[in-house]
């Protein structure tokens, strides 16, 4: 049993900040990478950004627009999502993931996923 708990979701004022944390426990995966995804209602789930824990990062560029920024510590098996200058926009579901298989920007790529974490963004 993998297990994925993602924390740090709440309500921020536009231009403000968050750090979205999410632990990993369980059987090793077979694949080194993990990440983020956000969906808003009624939207797909968009990637965010992705990491291994060798420390290559992998970020969506065109929509994050270097505001977020991915980090782990391969230790405690966990990953964060520092968001700064925070958008009504950002307002979503963030999600983590693990054990991709192809392309780390495809949420049908992961093979284990939290149970997600509210953000929302007020102008």
């Known amino acids: 049993q993998v297990q994925l708990v993602e924390s740090g979701g709440g309500l921020v004022q536009a231009g403000g900040s968050l750090r979205l944390d999410c632990a990993a426990s369980?059987?090793?995966?077979?694949?080194?990478?993990m990440g983020w995804f956000r969906q808003a209602p009624g939207k797909e789930r968009k990637f965010v950004a992705a990491i291994s824990w060798t420390g290559v990062r992998t970020y969506d560029a065109d929509s994050m627009k270097g505001r977020f920024l991915i980090s782990r510590d391969s230790t405690k098996n966990t990953i964060y999502l520092q968001m700064n200058n925070l958008r009504p926009e950002d307002t979503a579901v963030y999600y983590c993931?693990?054990?991709?298989?192809?392309?780390?920007?495809?949420?049908?790529?992961?093979?284990?996923w939290g149970q997600g974490t509210q953000v929302t963004v007020s102008s």
């Open positions: 993931a693990a054990d991709p298989r192809g392309l780390l920007t495809r949420a049908q790529s992961y093979n284990y």
């Open positions: 369980g059987r090793t995966f077979s694949s080194s990478y």
